[in-house]
Structure formats: structure tokens, C-alpha cells
T-cell receptor
């Protein structure tokens, strides 16, 4: 089963606008990570937020985490055409036995219109 | 470091044939993951290793799938016999086992079983 679920599934905005994507998860976490995937490529790590953090910034990225609601959001400010990609949130696998694999949602496909 | 290296990048094979996917993790990383990505199911964690030992293989879909990690610098994912429904992009990722670290992904192997 999916641990992280992103929404919306797809988002199309104009260049320069801000893009917000959300992620919900089901079990307790140590941290939550956001990744980006360009078409035909592997995933690239963007940012990690720990369970005791509420907000984190990295360049044009802003991530929030609400552990009470089991949700996170990724904000990309001043979007650029090159931001067009799929974005995934990832959490530690809910499987037991010391499971340490990251579990991903199905992602949000972001399209930035020039 | 050249990053996580996967081979081949593309594989087309006939149903019933054996397929072997290869992965070289980043030097010094002691966790290795195999993922499968399809449009329908998204990114699925198949198996992961810590220090060359398989920790959790509950994501391996069937007995036709097997994975090995004979040493710290090499892993294989084998499908025997292959079926059309195995067609997907298979990713290998590695990281250190510190709790809050990112995973580094290879470029993936696009497998097509006809």
C-alpha cells in the first residue's frame, strides 16, 4: 500500500507562479523527503524534513510538515519551465522488522507553461 | 563518484527469457534498494539490503524475482521467467544507513517483455 499520497496528481501553471503540492501519509515517521523526477530519469532528492521540524527552506523550495495531520506540502516559488517534472514525497516504509526502505506516492506531475 | 550505475539502460526480451538487471551503488553506501515503477502502481519497493544482507524482500512480487548482493559494490535483480506484466522501469538506489539521509537513484533500466 502507498504510504505517501501526493495531490494533485497533475498541476499546470504559468511560469513565474507558485506551485504547491501536498502529501499525506499513514504511519508515524522519522522524516519525510521530497524527490523530483524528470521524464525518463531517476529520482533526485530535493529536501528532507525531520519529524520535529515544521518548516524548511532550500532556495525556491519550502516544505512544511504537520505530524498531527500526517501531511506535508512542497511549495516551489517563482516557477520556471525547467521545474516541469514529477514530484514525490517519501517516507520510511511502514513494514516492520526494522524496515528502512523509502516508500513513495504516485507523485504530482507538474507542468510549467512558458 | 559517478553515482549509482545501472545496466543495461534498456532491455527488450521475449516472454519466458531470463532477465538480469545490474546495479553498482555509490562507494561507501551500505544500503541498496531495488524499485519498480509503472504508470499503474507508481514506485514500488521490491527489496533492500543493508551491508549486503537482504533485510526486507516482501515487495518482491513473485518467486520469479530474485535479488543478490554478493559484495558492497554490486547487486543484481533477476527475473526468470519474464512475463509481459514485468515490463516497467527498474531503479536501484543507495544510501548510508544513518536515519536521516537521502537516497541516490540510478538512471533506471527500462524493461520491455514482449
Amino acid at each position: 500500500s502507498q504510504q505517501g499520497e501526493e495531490d494533485p496528481q497533475a498541476l499546470s501553471i504559468q511560469e513565474g507562479e507558485n506551485a504547491t503540492m501536498n502529501c499525506s501519509y499513514k504511519t508515524s515517521i522519522n522524516n519525510l523527503q521530497w524527490y523530483r523526477q524528470n521524464s525518463g530519469r531517476g529520482l533526485v532528492h530535493l529536501i528532507l524534513i525531520r519529524s520535529n521540524e515544521r518548516e524548511k527552506h532550500s532556495g525556491r523550495l519550502r516544505v512544511t510538515l504537520d505530524t498531527s495531520k500526517k501531511s506535508s506540502s512542497l511549495l516551489i516559488t517563482a516557477s520556471r519551465a525547467a521545474d516541469t517534472a514529477s514530484y514525490f514525497c517519501a517516507t520510511r516504509s511502514p513494514r516492520g522488522g526494522g524496515a528502512d526502505g523509502l516508500t513513495f506516492g504516485k507523485g504530482t506531475h507538474l507542468i510549467i507553461q512558458p | 563518484d559517478a553515482g549509482v550505475i545501472q545496466s543495461p539502460r534498456h532491455e527488450v526480451t521475449e516472454m519466458g527469457q531470463e532477465v538480469t538487471l545490474r546495479c553498482k551503488p555509490i562507494s561507501g553506501h551500505n544500503s541498496l534498494f531495488w524499485y519498480r515503477q509503472t504508470m499503474m502502481r507508481g514506485l514500488e519497493l521490491l527489496i533492500y539490503f543493508n551491508n549486503n544482507v537482504p533485510i526486507d524482500d516482501s515487495g518482491m512480487p513473485e518467486d520469479r524475482f530474485s535479488a543478490k548482493m554478493p559484495n558492497a559494490s554490486f547487486s543484481t535483480l533477476k527475473i526468470q521467467p519474464s512475463e509481459p506484466r514485468d515490463s516497467a522501469v527498474y531503479f536501484c538506489a543507495s544510501r548510508t544507513t544513518t536515519v536521516a539521509t537521502e537516497a541516490f537513484f540510478g538512471q533506471g533500466t527500462r524493461l520491455t517483455v514482449v
